[in-house]
Each structure stands twice: as structure tokens, then as C-alpha cells.
């Protein structure tokens, strides 16, 4: 099982920014796709966006041109950089790791509030 761990979260007034970090356990190479996955209350799940082991990135619709997925193996670490910030952006933000055969793991999860 891999282990990941979110931080960065927090409170944020609309047109703000926010960068939240994913650590993974084991190398990211190892890992299909890492992406991130957004829950507000009383909705589902949604993708954020994604990046595989090659670089190649999508977004969710509502993000497009406003966030940016990015990886650094090094530190076997993702990023999203979150800019001009929504109060509709508010949720639980959720890392998730894709890795060969299908199998899947979750971060615990890091609250965002976008707020004035």
C-alpha cells in the first residue's frame, strides 16, 4: 500500500492562491498517475486533475487555466498550484496514486475554504 499525505490547505479569500503537496511512500516512478480529487458536501467526487509517470497532465473543466499539476520525482512528491481561487472551489482535496494492475490509493484528505 502506498502511503500519501497532504498538506497545504487552508482558508484562502476568493482570488487567492494555494499550493497543496502530495508525499508519496515510494518512488513516483512506480506510480501510474497521480491526481488530484476535489469533494465539497453533499456532492461527489471529482477529478481535479492528473499527471502520469510521463508528464502528461488534464484537468477538470473548472480548473482549466487555473490550476497547474506538477511532480517532482526527487522528492517523490505532486503538487497543485491553485490560482484565482472561487468560493466554489471549497472542498476536501484528496491525492490519489494509480499504480500497475489497477490498483488505487488515497491521501487522508486536505480542507480548502475559499472565503472572504
Known amino acids: 500500500q502506498v502511503q500519501l499525505v497532504e498538506s497545504g490547505g487552508g482558508l484562502v479569500q476568493p482570488g487567492g492562491s494555494l499550493r497543496l503537496s502530495c508525499a508519496a511512500s515510494i518512488p513516483l516512478f512506480s506510480i501510474n498517475v497521480m491526481a488530484w480529487y476535489r469533494q465539497a458536501p453533499g456532492e461527489q467526487r471529482e477529478l481535479v486533475a492528473g499527471i502520469s509517470s510521463g508528464g502528461s497532465t488534464n484537468y477538470g473543466d473548472s480548473v482549466k487555466g487555473r490550476f497547474t499539476i506538477s511532480r517532482d520525482n526527487a522528492k517523490n512528491t505532486v503538487y497543485l498550484q491553485m490560482n484565482s481561487l472561487k468560493p466554489e472551489d471549497t472542498a476536501v482535496y484528496y491525492c490519489?496514486?494509480?499504480?500497475?494492475?489497477?490498483?488505487?490509493?488515497w491521501g487522508q484528505g486536505t480542507q480548502v475554504t475559499v472565503s472572504s
Open positions: 490519489k496514486a494509480l499504480r500497475p494492475g489497477g490498483r488505487a490509493d
